[in-house]
């Protein structure tokens, strides 16, 4: 031992280099940190998407209905889009964001399942007669998602809304990934 260190580690077992390391660099111990990742909720999500399709202004009957459709916002206008495609797609993205019981109504059709896979096959069988021009969608899982797509709608709406009430952040992004690379519109989400 010179100067007080021990010799170098080259001539020792590892035991006494650790100590050598120990006397030369100073004490060190090891301790494992644990970080506790929680799951973050959002809440009151609501998302308003109107589709990139060709779009018609249904014109009221009489000027009066006119004049009053357009000073309150009310004018009818009409998307061309599939929609029981677009429900298949939005239900798909909600099964890939975790939601597992579904409620569709489809015209007089009430659909109830406790799998979201199991409903879209059964809402296509209900949609024979093609007349709908909306559906309504509640999911349901730790929290509810509502959904509401419309082919005839007043200006103030949008072609599909959505509210949910609880969901992951996680799911959340995996559900807006799904519907972006689906669907071509414009999004807001609030």
């Known amino acids: 031992m010179k ?9 020792y077992s590892p035991k006494e280099v650790n100590e050598w390391i120990n006397a030369v660099y100073g004490g060190h111990t090891c301790t494992r940190c644990s970080v506790k990742k929680e799951k973050r909720w959002l809440k009151n999500v609501e998302i308003d998407i109107d589709l990139n ?3 018609e202004v249904k014109k009221p009957s009489t000027i009066i209905m006119k004049a009053i459709a357009s000073i309150t916002g009310h004018e009818q206008v009409e ?8 429900a ?3 239900l798909r993205a909600l099964a890939k964001a975790g939601f597992k019981k579904a409620v569709i109504t489809l015209g007089e059709h ?4 406790e799998r979201i896979r199991h409903a879209i096959e ?8 093609g007349r709908a021009r909306e559906i309504k969608i ?27 009430s609880r969901i992951m952040e996680k799911n959340f992004q995996q ?14 989400i609030r």
Do not use: C
Not at 3 to 11: A, F, Q
Not at 79 to 86: C, G, N
Not at 110 to 113: C, E, L
């Open 3 to 11: 100067y007080g260190y021990p010799e170098p580690p080259w001539t």
């Open 53 to 55: 399709v060709e779009r």
């Open 79 to 86: 998307e061309h889009f599939e929609l029981i495609p677009t």
């Open 88 to 90: 298949h797609i939005i």
């Open 110 to 113: 009430t659909i109830q399942r």
């Open 122 to 129: 059964d809402m296509v069988h209900a949609a024979k007669d």
């Open 138 to 164: 509640r999911a349901e899982n730790e929290g509810t998602a509502e959904v509401i797509i419309r082919t005839l709608h007043s200006k103030k709406h949008h072609s599909i809304e959505i509210k949910m």
């Open 175 to 188: 559900f807006l990934i799904y519907i972006r690379k689906r669907l071509q519109g414009e999004e807001q």
